[in-house]
């Protein structure tokens, strides 16, 4: 959700006024910030503000998913290699933390941190050094933290799946996102701004939800979070209606019906299938990856 447009935190409830003021204030010291929520939450958009209203806005933004780092690797990507440091290392390669340098890093999912790349954060974080694998130079780096989870940390720590000492190290400004069944009179003004900016994307004319649509909408419980509120305004978007289940004021998710219907008649050819769709390939894997389809 990066790239996407800051109207993901579009709201007038007192729930996301909070969460609004919340940043505004964290935006304003230099230590290290737990964003907690459910996924599909913003958790990634509320990173990104957090640097924009920073102090460092002009120096680097890293993300880097930790969900995402391959077992071959581990932290090799936090600390960077040296040339000639293991097979495939064709040249130097500075790590995130080093990138990041005078700005921020953003750890994404720190949740699924293996065990390795945990002892390696704690002493990133502990010594503001890293040092290359196979590079014996120390370098000084100055990095603001940020890292989001949809888990319950304290739960890993006494389950023995998370090092207590990292997670104190990760400090004590937790900024909690609310799901979306919390704030749900924000709905009507989230489908508003998404829908112009979908339908500039698409480059179609469409009009504006019914009373009744939003009113289904708004009786939805909405699992997946404003991430599944996006789906369902793309779906809008695409066939001018809302899915079935969520048009007739049921509650199943608008993936799972059609796109599982279209993938099967073309035998699990994704590039087909998003051809019929109407959605982009990258959307479609989206979907899948996130077990919003079967």
Request: aromatic share 6%.
């Amino acid at each position: 959700m990066d790239h996407r447009a800051d109207h993901l935190l579009i709201g007038r409830s007192s729930v996301i006024q909070h969460v609004l003021s919340t940043v505004a204030q964290f935006a304003l010291v230099p230590w290290t910030v737990r964003i907690e929520g459910p996924t599909g939450t913003g958790k990634r958009i509320v990173a990104r503000m957090l640097h924009a209203l920073s102090s460092r806005a002009a120096e680097p933004y890293v993300r880097c998913n930790l969900n995402m780092i391959p077992d071959a690797r581990e932290h090799a990507e936090l600390v960077g290699w040296a040339r000639g440091a293991f097979t495939g290392a064709m040249s130097d390669h500075a790590g995130d933390f080093e990138v990041a340098h005078r700005g921020m890093v953003f750890l994404d999912e720190i949740g699924a941190a293996t065990p390795k790349v945990q002892l390696a954060l704690l002493q990133l974080v502990d010594e503001g050094a890293v040092r290359r694998i196979g590079d014996h130079r120390v370098r000084v780096v100055d990095v603001r933290v940020v890292c989001a989870t949809n888990v319950d940390l304290a739960a890993e720590v006494d389950a023995g799946r998370f090092r207590e000492d990292l997670f104190f190290r990760l400090g004590c400004h937790v900024l909690r996102m609310p799901a979306l069944a919390e704030h749900r009179e924000d709905i009507p003004e989230l489908v508003s701004a998404m829908l112009a900016d979908k339908v500039q994307q698409a480059g179609l004319d469409r009009r504006a939800l019914s009373t009744a649509e939003l009113e289904h909408l708004m009786a939805y419980d909405w699992p997946g979070n404003v991430r599944e509120l996006e789906h369902v305004v793309e779906f809008f978007v695409t066939w001018g209606s809302l899915p079935a289940d969520l048009a007739q004021g049921g509650g199943k998710p608008v993936w799972r019906g059609r796109v599982s219907e279209v993938l099967a008649r073309h035998r699990g050819n994704k590039r087909a299938a998003a051809r019929e769709l109407g959605v982009s390939r990258q959307a479609l894997y989206q979907a899948l990856e996130r077990r919003e389809v079967q």
